[in-house]
Structure formats: structure tokens, C-alpha cells
T-cell receptor, first 115, second 111 residues
Framework: EAGVAQSPRYKIIEKRQSVAFWCNPI?????LYWYQQILGQGPKLLIQ????????DSQLPKDRFSAERLKGVDSTLKIQPAKLEDSAVYLC?????????????FGPGTRLLVL | LAKTTQPISMDSYEGQEVNITCSHN???????ITWYQQFPSQGPRFIIQ???TKVTNEVASLFIPADRKSSTLSLPRVSLSDTAVYYC????????????FGQGTELSVKP
């Protein structure tokens, strides 16, 4: 079974530039999550999708971050404009069912460095 | 919201058994306890999940006492490749399994 795919794996940009990350979840997984992981900390949930609808985006900085999941499969996370404090690893995860007991499967992440 | 508390770091040697204890004093009746493992430059990976007593799989065992206010992840005979960060989590059952990650326990296995 193929895992969660993410691209790019690394990205370096200057502050105030924009950047986009792509995620392809495991086939058939209805729920998709985007996390931000700052060095030395645990992942923090940014947004959760159920199919193509948003379930939770309470911790998404909506003035600069946006995410979409068209057709309920792939998803993109965008930052515009980027700030220095956005330097982090952005992890995508998916799960089969959002009831609370299903395992979340994580991708390898995209490491972002904002200069 | 069941907040979890676990040691920041632990050291061990190859071949030893490692036990990482997590406290979750305000765990609710419907809550399960879940552990994830994260290697450097990788996303977290599910290890084990349990509700009460003992759960064992090919990777680890999870011990949960009757009051469920704590749990212990047991890794038998660790090797260098078990060096990772281990997260104890209580998925929010009424919020679609939302995971609130803490800082985790950084396990360092030495030869």
C-alpha cells in the first residue's frame, strides 16, 4: 500500500514570498490533516478535511495560510506571504475514518526554511 | 481535554527494556491511549493503542492500570534503531480523532 506522498521535500524562500505544498493521501482515506512541526516541538494541527470539507481550521493563521482539497483527494497548503517564524516541517496525514480511533498515517513532510 | 505528561528524554543501552510512562489524569470514559513514534526527518508513525489492561503487538506493549490515569509504553530489548521521539496521545473522540501532540519523550539508545 502506497503511503502519504508530499512534495516538495525541501523549500527555501525569502520572507514575504509565497509557497505551496502538495499532499496525496492514501487511496480511500476520507480524512486529511495538515500539521506544522517547529524544531523541537510536537506537530500542531493546522487544518483537518473530511472529504473536501473543512472539519477544523481553528489553528490555521488564515491571514496568510490557506488550504484546499478539491475533489476530496489531493490537497494543497499555501503560505502567502511567508514570515521567518513559518520555518518548520509541514506534515500531511490521512486516516480512513474520522470517528477518532483510526490511525493517522503521516507523510515524510516538507521542510520549509524562510530567510 | 485529556492533557498528557511524559518525560522529556530518556537514555538506554542496546538490549535493555525501556518503559516510558505517560500520565493523563483527566482521561474520559470514551478515550483511548495512543502512542506514536517519530524518527528524525520522518512523520510520526502509529505504534500502539489501548483502552485498558494490556495490549501487545510486534513492536511494543502498552500497560494501562485500572484507573487509566497513566499508561506505560514498553519497548523490549531496544536497539540503536529505536532512537526516536515517542508521543503519548489521547485522541479527541468527539472531534474526529484530533491529535494534540506534546513535546514527546526523546529516547536515545546507546551501544
Amino acid at each position: 500500500e502506497a503511503g502519504v506522498a508530499q512534495s516538495p521535500r525541501y523549500k527555501i524562500i525569502e520572507k514575504r514570498q509565497s509557497v505551496a505544498f502538495w499532499c496525496n493521501p492514501i487511496s480511500g482515506h476520507a480524512t486529511l490533516y495538515w500539521y506544522q512541526q517547529i524544531l523541537g516541538q510536537g506537530p500542531k494541527l493546522l487544518i483537518q478535511f473530511q472529504n473536501n470539507g473543512v472539519v477544523d481550521d481553528s489553528q490555521l493563521p488564515k491571514d496568510r495560510f490557506s488550504a484546499e482539497r478539491l475533489k476530496g483527494v489531493d490537497s494543497t497548503l499555501k503560505i502567502q506571504p511567508a514570515k521567518l517564524e513559518d520555518s518548520a516541517v509541514y506534515l500531511c496525514a490521512s486516516s480512513l475514518d474520522p470517528t477518532g480511533l483510526e490511525t493517522q498515517y503521516f507523510g515524510p513532510g516538507t521542510r520549509l526554511l524562510v530567510l | 481535554l485529556a492533557k498528557t505528561t511524559q518525560p522529556i528524554s530518556m537514555d538506554s543501552y542496546e538490549g535493555q527494556e525501556v518503559n516510558i510512562t505517560c500520565s493523563h489524569n483527566n482521561i474520559a470514559t470514551n478515550d483511548y491511549i495512543t502512542w506514536y513514534q517519530q524518527f528524525p526527518s520522518q512523520g510520526p508513525r502509529f505504534i500502539i493503542q489501548g483502552y485498558k489492561t494490556k495490549v501487545t503487538n510486534e513492536v511494543a506493549s502498552l500497560f494501562i492500570p485500572a484507573d487509566r490515569k497513566s499508561s506505560t509504553l514498553s519497548l523490549p530489548r531496544v536497539s540503536l534503531s529505536d532512537t526516536a521521539v515517542y508521543y503519548c496521545l489521547v485522541p479527541l473522540y468527539n472531534q474526529g480523532g484530533k491529535l494534540i501532540f506534546g513535546q514527546g519523550t526523546e529516547l536515545s539508545v546507546k551501544p
